[in-house]
C-alpha cells in the first residue's frame, strides 16, 4: 500500500507539467484577421458619352386637307413629287360657290344703287330746307311749321344713307366672304417639301378635316432637307447640356458615316412615363442622305458641373435594406449609407458620407459586419 501512495505522489508533478497551461494575454486575435483588398475613393469631374436612341422626323410635315367641300377637279403631285413653297398643286370645283358669288355681287349692286338713291334725296330734301330756312328769316313769308318739316326730312334722309352706307358695307363684306372661300378651290403647298403619302385622285368629294367628307387628307408634305433629331435623354443623362451643343450621331442607312448636329431645342419637362426628357437636334440634310422616319444612335455627352466622388461598382453593395459601401479605418470596417450615380468604366459615383482619399473594400459583402477587424491590402482603382 505505501508502495502505491509513493508512486502516484511521484506522478501528480509531471501530469502538472505536461499540461502547460498558456499565460493570460498571450493570444494574438489579429492573426485572425480577414485580409480584404481596399480601393481608395476617387474625386473627379464626370466627362463620358453615353449611347442614346433617337429618331429622325421632318422639321415641317403637314397633312393637307381643303378648307371647303367640293369635288377634287385637278391634283399636279404624286407620292415623291418635290414642291415649292406657293405652288398650285390641287384644285377643286364647288359650283355653289360660283352661284353664292353672284348673288354677292348682285346684293352689292342693290345696296349701292339704294345708298345713291338715299343720298339724292337727301341733297335734294338739304337744299329744300336751307331754302325756307333763309325765306323764314323775312317775317310772314314762311310759317315756323313749315321749317320744321324741312329740317326733320333732312335728318330723316341722313338716317337712310347711313342705313344704306351700312347694308353695302354688308354687302361687301359677304362677297369678300364668297370670294375668299372660293380661293380656297385652289391649294398652294405651304412649304418646299416632298410629297411623301397620296391618298386621293379626281372626282373624289373632300372638304374640311371637321367634315364628313374630310377623313382622309388629300396629300402629305414633309420638310426632307431640314430635320429634327428627337432624342429621349434620360433623366441621370441630362447633366449639364447647353444649347450649340454638337452632338455626334449615326443611322443604320448610312454605316461608317457619323454625322453631327447641334442641341437646339431643350424641353425642359420630363415625361413621367419614362422618366425622359425629349431634346431636339437641328439636322440639315441638303443631300437626301438623311430620310425622315430614321432610328439612329447618338453619342450623347454627359458632364457634372462639380466633381463627384468614384469607387468601382463592386465595391458597393446592400443588405435589402440599405445600400453602402464598407470603409477601412484603423483596422475596422465601417458601413457607410450611399446613393448611385453614373457608372464609368467599371466605377461609379457614390454620394454619401464619403471624402476622397477614404478606404473601401473593393468587393464589398455583407459578410463583413461593421466593427470586423480586418487586414488590407491596397489596390488603385481604374479611371
Same mark, same amino acid.
Given at each position: 500500500?505505501?508502495?502505491?501512495?509513493?508512486t502516484?505522489?511521484?506522478?501528480?508533478p509531471f501530469i502538472?507539467?505536461?499540461?502547460?497551461p498558456?499565460p493570460?494575454?498571450s493570444?494574438?486575435?489579429?492573426?485572425d484577421? =480577414?485580409?480584404?483588398?481596399?480601393v481608395s475613393?476617387?474625386s473627379?469631374?464626370?466627362?463620358?458619352?453615353f449611347?442614346?436612341?433617337?429618331?429622325?422626323?421632318?422639321?415641317?410635315?403637314?397633312d393637307?386637307?381643303?378648307?371647303?367641300?367640293?369635288?377634287?377637279d385637278m @391634283?399636279?403631285?404624286?407620292?415623291?413629287?418635290?414642291v415649292?413653297? %406657293?405652288e398650285?398643286?390641287?384644285?377643286?370645283?364647288?359650283p355653289?360657290?360660283v352661284a =353664292?358669288?353672284?348673288? !354677292?355681287?348682285?346684293?352689292?349692286?342693290?345696296?349701292?344703287?339704294?345708298l345713291t338713291t338715299a343720298q339724292?334725296k337727301?341733297?335734294s330734301?338739304k %337744299?329744300?330746307?336751307?331754302?325756307?330756312?333763309s325765306?323764314?328769316?323775312?317775317? %310772314?313769308v314762311?310759317?315756323?311749321? $313749315?321749317?320744321?318739316v324741312a329740317?326733320q326730312?333732312?335728318?330723316? $334722309?341722313?338716317?337712310q344713307? +347711313?342705313? #344704306?352706307?351700312s347694308n353695302?358695307?354688308?354687302?361687301?363684306e359677304a362677297?369678300?366672304?364668297?370670294t375668299?372661300?372660293?380661293?380656297?378651290?385652289?391649294i398652294?403647298?405651304?412649304f418646299?417639301?416632298?410629297?411623301?403619302?397620296r391618298n386621293l385622285?379626281?372626282?373624289?368629294?373632300v372638304g374640311?378635316a371637321?367634315?364628313?367628307?374630310? #377623313?382622309?387628307?388629300?396629300? +402629305?408634305i414633309?420638310?426632307?432637307?431640314?430635320l429634327?433629331l428627337?432624342v429621349p435623354?434620360?433623366?441621370a443623362?441630362?447633366?449639364?447640356?447647353?444649347l450649340?451643343?454638337? *452632338?455626334?450621331?449615326t443611322?443604320p442607312?448610312?454605316?461608317?458615316q457619323?454625322?453631327?448636329?447641334?442641341?437646339?431645342? @431643350?424641353?425642359q419637362?420630363?415625361?413621367l412615363?419614362?422618366?425622359?426628357?425629349? @431634346?431636339?437636334?437641328?439636322?440639315?440634310?441638303? $443631300?437626301g442622305?438623311l430620310?425622315?422616319?430614321?432610328?439612329? /444612335?447618338?453619342?450623347?455627352?454627359?458632364?457634372?458641373?462639380v466633381?463627384?466622388?468614384? *469607387?468601382?461598382?463592386? !465595391?458597393?453593395?446592400?443588405?435589402? +435594406?440599405?445600400?453602402?459601401?464598407?470603409?477601412?479605418?484603423?483596422?475596422?470596417t465601417?458601413?457607410? $449609407?450611399?446613393?448611385?450615380?453614373l457608372?464609368?468604366?467599371g466605377?461609379i459615383?457614390v454620394?454619401g458620407?464619403l471624402?476622397?482619399?477614404?478606404?473601401? @473594400?473593393?468587393?464589398?459583402?455583407?459578410?463583413?459586419?461593421?466593427?470586423?477587424?480586418?487586414?488590407? /491590402?491596397?489596390s488603385?482603382?481604374?479611371?
Open positions: 500500500m505505501k508502495t502505491a501512495i509513493i502516484l505522489a511521484l506522478s501528480l502538472g507539467c505536461s499540461s502547460n498558456k493570460a494575454g493570444q494574438h486575435p489579429e492573426t484577421a =480577414q485580409t480584404v483588398e481596399v475613393v476617387a473627379q469631374k464626370l466627362t463620358t458619352v449611347t442614346l436612341p433617337a429618331q429622325l422626323l421632318p422639321f415641317q410635315m403637314v393637307v386637307y381643303p378648307k371647303v367641300t367640293g369635288f377634287l @391634283i399636279r403631285v404624286d407620292r415623291g413629287s418635290r415649292h413653297k %406657293g398650285l398643286i390641287i384644285r377643286l370645283s364647288a355653289e360657290l =353664292q358669288r353672284a348673288q !354677292a355681287e348682285s346684293s352689292l349692286r342693290a345696296a349701292e344703287s339704294q339724292a337727301l341733297t330734301d %337744299g329744300t330746307y336751307l331754302h325756307i330756312a325765306a323764314a328769316k323775312t317775317p %310772314g314762311v310759317s315756323e311749321n $313749315d321749317v320744321m329740317s326730312t333732312a335728318s330723316a $334722309d341722313e338716317g344713307v +347711313q342705313s #344704306a352706307e353695302v358695307a354688308a354687302a361687301r362677297l369678300r366672304s364668297v375668299q372661300l372660293e380661293s380656297y378651290l385652289n398652294y403647298a405651304p418646299d417639301g416632298i410629297v411623301t403619302t385622285h379626281p372626282g373624289a368629294l374640311p371637321s367634315g364628313q367628307s374630310g #377623313a382622309m387628307p388629300i396629300v +402629305q414633309a420638310d426632307t432637307r431640314h429634327r428627337v435623354v434620360p433623366e443623362y441630362v447633366g449639364e447640356m447647353q450649340g451643343q454638337q *452632338v455626334a450621331f443611322v442607312a448610312q454605316p461608317g457619323v454625322f453631327h448636329a447641334p442641341i437646339t431645342r @431643350i424641353s419637362n420630363l415625361e412615363n419614362t422618366r425622359t426628357m425629349p @431634346i431636339e437636334l437641328d439636322v440639315h440634310s441638303a $443631300d442622305r430620310s425622315p422616319g430614321s432610328f439612329s /444612335s447618338v453619342q450623347w455627352p454627359v458632364h457634372r458641373a466633381p463627384t466622388m468614384f *469607387v468601382p461598382v463592386s !465595391a458597393v453593395t446592400n443588405d435589402q +435594406q440599405r445600400t453602402f459601401v464598407e470603409r477601412v479605418r484603423n483596422g475596422k465601417e458601413w457607410v $449609407d450611399v446613393s448611385t450615380g457608372g464609368v468604366n466605377n459615383e454620394f458620407d471624402k476622397p482619399g477614404d478606404e473601401v @473594400i473593393r468587393n464589398a459583402t455583407d459578410a463583413i459586419r461593421p466593427g470586423q477587424r480586418v487586414k488590407t /491590402s491596397s488603385t482603382a481604374s479611371s
